[in-house]
């Protein structure tokens, strides 16, 4: 079953980069195959049969709170730049989070770095530790709850 699901994913990506031309279809068929016996040999991975519920809670659920914080950093950060005295309180911060997994911990990552503001400078065990440019809690448990807290909760739903 793993060599089915490789070859279909291969294949998929093939077909929406090459176009549906019957000798690329031909093409890419041949070279999906030829990747799928290479990387189901020598690469050691399972098959989530979960992965569409969570790309549907991903898309459904996460993806429109992103967006909005995304929105709410670029016009605090905007804000910030305009002023005639930047109001800065730069700092790192240890966050603590839940999530189990390293995917889940480098999606919570990457959410945080990618809102304006604040930078994932490196993952250890369950903390993230991040640089902001406004410490806002004075305790780590707020301050978690201020930098990831939203995102925390929405993804520990995705990857229970």
Do not use: C
């Not at 890419?28 to 969570?54: E, F, M």
């Not at 995304?70 to 305009?82: E, K, M, P, T, Y």
């Not at 911990?105 to 945080?112: D, F, R």
Request: aromatic share 12%.
């Amino acid at each position: 079953m793993k060599y089915v699901a490789t070859f279909l994913v291969l294949f998929t990506v093939y077909i929406l980069l090459a176009g549906f031309v019957v000798q690329e279809l031909v093409l890419g068929a041949l070279i999906s195959v030829i990747l799928t016996i290479i990387i189901a040999h020598y690469v050691n991975y399972q098959i989530d049969w979960k992965l569409p519920y969570r790309i549907v809670l991903f898309l459904v659920l996460y993806l429109p709170v992103f967006v909005w914080q995304l929105v709410l950093a670029n016009i605090d950060v905007a804000g910030r730049v305009l002023r005639p005295i930047i109001p800065l309180n730069p700092g790192f911060v240890k966050v603590d989070t839940d999530l189990k997994g390293d995917f889940a911990k480098l999606m919570l990552a990457n959410s945080i770095t990618l809102t304006p503001g604040t930078l994932s400078v490196d993952i250890k065990d369950q903390s993230i530790y991040v640089h902001t440019v406004d410490v806002k809690g004075k305790t780590a448990e707020e301050n978690r709850e201020i930098i990831s807290g939203l995102f925390e909760r929405i993804l520990g739903v995705i990857f229970k």
